[in-house]
């Protein structure tokens, strides 16, 4: 697959993003999220690197280095947020208490985490999408642990678009490789050369999702894109079922269903 065109294809038909936009995209370091700023940037989109470091010792200083590197090499401002400094403690601690207090595990924590982070810096960075380097893999894993879990509600946000229609005030969060496999970023990473690492977060040890990803490594990509489109027709129907307007969160202020976000119903104790 021509991923480059793919991401073309994926911003035209979705409407994702304008040349005039101010574009901040969520850096993990990983092969994801490094390929679609390369694309985004060659494509001439006005785009910001964002980094959160989640101070895993080496795993993330290695990232970060390699961040400042590939940003410096390819013009793109780059902004690094300092987790312990964010939230006055390490991803480690945040995730072993609710662990410990609400038997909330793995990535999940992670996740919230990230995005009340992530939206928060692209609003005091003036962006107007936040872009993530989520891909079809990612997508196919979420639509069948949802099922699994029997909640299929909880991917009536998940799009190319997420939530669909942009909401007044936040950065709409957008994923241009959603429909593209894992293994396509991957050649695509390794032929451009690019210089980071392609190992898994040291921390990732959400066994439901592994296991989720271990069955779906037996199907081959064009089933994988079968399971996401499918859901993806299935979204508009679900959705006027549920229709939730985002508001403003009490205690602070960032995007929430309820009154207050997942952010601060998970850490409010901590
Ligand atoms: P993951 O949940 O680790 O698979 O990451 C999914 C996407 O979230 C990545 O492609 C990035 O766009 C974003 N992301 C993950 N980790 C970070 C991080 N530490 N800083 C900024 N963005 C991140
Ligand atoms: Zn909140």
Not at 45 to 64: A, E, M, P, R, T
Not at 163 to 182: H, L, T
Not at 244 to 258: D, F, M, Q, W, Y
């Amino acid at each position: 697959m021509n991923i480059e065109k793919e991401v073309a294809r994926t911003i035209a038909k979705y409407g994702l993003l304008k040349k005039s936009e101010k574009v901040v995209v969520a850096l993990s370091g990983g092969k994801d999220s490094t390929s679609v700023i390369y694309i985004l940037k060659k494509m001439g989109y006005d785009v910001y690197g964002l980094l959160i470091d989640l101070k895993l010792g080496k795993w993330s200083k290695i990232h970060n280095e390699k961040m400042i590197a590939f940003c410096g090499g390819n013009d793109i401002p780059l902004t690094i947020v300092d987790l312990k400094k964010e939230l006055g403690q390490g991803i480690c601690f945040i995730k072993a208490v609710l662990k410990k207090q609400k038997n909330l595990t793995g990535c999940t924590v992670c996740g919230i985490i990230k995005r009340w982070i992530l939206n928060k810096w692209a609003k005091k960075l003036g962006a107007d999408k936040i872009v993530t380097g989520h891909n079809l893999d990612d997508e196919a894993q979420n639509v069948l642990m949802n099922f699994l879990k029997g909640n299929v509600l909880l991917g009536v946000n998940s799009s190319p678009a997420t939530g669909g229609k942009p909401v007044r005030g936040f950065a709409q969060r957008i994923k241009p490789m959603f429909f593209i496999p894992e293994n396509d970023i991957r050649a695509y990473a390794k032929k451009k050369k690019f210089d980071i690492l392609y190992d898994k977060c040291p921390c990732s040890f959400e066994t439901y999702r592994a296991d989720t990803r271990d069955w779906l490594d037996n199907i081959s990509d064009e089933e994988k894109l079968a399971i996401v489109e499918n859901f993806q027709k299935l979204v508009p129907k679900l959705r006027k079922g549920d229709e939730k307007e985002l508001v403003t969160c009490e205690k602070c202020g960032e995007p929430a269903s309820s009154k207050l976000c997942n952010y601060c119903k998970i850490v409010c104790n901590i």
